[in-house]
T-cell receptor, first 117, second 113 residues
């Protein structure tokens, strides 16, 4: 069975500083990887996803993530954060093995990013 | 506007009571999902449906029930058998492929009186 571990439950950072949110996964088959963001009292929205090809994936709002198969990681990065980036971020994985898994995602525990002025 | 609508935004349940959370989508998506969110635990899958009149249990289905009589609708009933129902419930939909993103509703906060 697949699992996802987000290594930091909270990450405080100052505005305009770089940030990295860490995510490791475990799976016995190939996976698709996702990062979602949740603003307070709202649903989740997709930041970016890795399906195949280039291991560096760019998403919305200046975020990017790098897939590292050997380390089974998919860390999220932003070179310069803004106050508006304050939110909870979730890493998620979807397994596939030649067929479809109907979008059944397994989520990590979430990382709360707080950007201070 | 296309999207997912969850209602109500806040819901209170009395002991021994069943309550139903509504989820409607106008995205013409085949697949719909219910997740439960607890602080520090991320999202856990309760039930999912790939097609009308069919649904499967997720990781924490005990104490919950669903139906999928229409493509647009996927209501979740929290039964009295669910002893710890206080949580934020999120409904989502997708086209169904494992590489497709999920579209989420804005959630329902359920609390026990």
């Amino acid at each position: 069975a697949q699992s996802v571990t987000q290594l930091d439950s909270q990450v405080p950072v100052f505005e305009e500083a770089p940030v990295e949110l860490r995510c490791n996964y475990s799976s016995s088959v190939s996976v698709y990887l996702f990062w979602y963001v949740q603003y307070p009292n709202q649903g989740l929205q997709l930041l970016l996803k890795y399906l195949s090809g280039s291991t560096l994936v760019k998403g919305i709002n200046g975020f990017e993530a790098e897939f590292n198969k050997s380390q089974t990681s998919f860390h999220l990065r932003k070179p310069s954060v803004h106050i508006s980036d304050t939110a909870e971020y979730f890493c998620a994985v979807s397994e596939y093995a030649g067929g479809t898994s109907y979008g059944k995602l397994t989520f990590g525990q979430g990382t709360i990013l707080t950007v201070h002025p | 506007d296309g999207g997912i609508t969850q209602s109500p935004k806040y819901l209170f349940r009395k002991e021994g009571q069943n309550v139903t959370l509504s989820c409607e989508q106008n995205l013409n998506h085949d697949a719909m999902y219910w997740y439960r969110q607890d602080p520090g635990q991320g999202l856990r899958l309760i039930y999912y449906s790939q097609i009308v009149n069919d649904f499967q249990k997720g990781d924490i289905a005990e104490g919950y029930s669903v139906s999928r009589e229409k493509k647009e609708s996927f209501p979740l009933t929290v039964t009295s058998a669910q002893k710890n129902p206080t949580a934020f419930y999120l409904c989502a939909s997708s086209t169904g492929g494992s590489n497709e993103k999920l579209f989420f509703g804005s959630g329902t906060q359920l609390s026990v009186l």
